[in-house]
C-alpha cells in the first residue's frame, strides 16, 4: 500500500519561510521520483518542484527558482521542500506525488501514480 503524507503547512507573513515535508511509503526513492505540486483557489494545479536520485536531477518552476529547494533523506524516506521568501502568490494546497522513474516528464502531474493529501500553506502580506 503506497502512502505519501504531506505535512509542514501553516500560515506564514510574506517574507518568512516554511518547510514541507512528504513522508513517503510504499515505494523508495531506487525506482520513484517525488514531485512536489500546488493549487491555489480557482486556478490550475501548478508543478513546483521533483527531485529524482536515479537521474540525480531535480526540477523548480520558474517562479520559485531561486527561493525553494527540494531535497531527499533516503534513510527517513521523506522529501522536503524548504521554501523560503514566500510571497502571497505561493499560498496554495501542496501536494507531494510518486512517479515510477522511466524517463517520464515530472514537470506533469499526469505522470504521477500516487499522491498525498495535501498541506495548506498561507502567505498574508
Known amino acids: 500500500d503506497v502512502q505519501l503524507q504531506a505535512s509542514g503547512g501553516g500560515l506564514v507573513r510574506a517574507g518568512g519561510s516554511l518547510r514541507l515535508s512528504c513522508a513517503v511509503s510504499?515505494?523508495?526513492?531506487?525506482?520513484?521520483?517525488i514531485g512536489w505540486f500546488r493549487q491555489a483557489p480557482g486556478k490550475g494545479r501548478e508543478a513546483v518542484s521533483s527531485?529524482?536520485?536515479?537521474?540525480?536531477?531535480?526540477y523548480y518552476v520558474d517562479s520559485v527558482k531561486g527561493r525553494f529547494t527540494i531535497s531527499s533523506d533516503d534513510a527517513k524516506n521523506t522529501v522536503y521542500l524548504q521554501m523560503d521568501s514566500l510571497n502571497p502568490e505561493d499560498a496554495a494546497v501542496y501536494y507531494c506525488?510518486?512517479?515510477?522513474?522511466?524517463?517520464?516528464?515530472?514537470?506533469?502531474?499526469?505522470?504521477?501514480?500516487?499522491w498525498g493529501q495535501g498541506t495548506l500553506v498561507t502567505v498574508s502580506s
Open positions: 527531485i529524482s536520485d536515479i537521474e540525480g536531477s531535480v
Open positions: 506525488a510518486a512517479a515510477l522513474e522511466d524517463g517520464r516528464d515530472l514537470s506533469q502531474g499526469y505522470e504521477y501514480d500516487y
Open positions: 510504499g515505494v523508495t526513492f531506487d525506482d520513484h521520483a
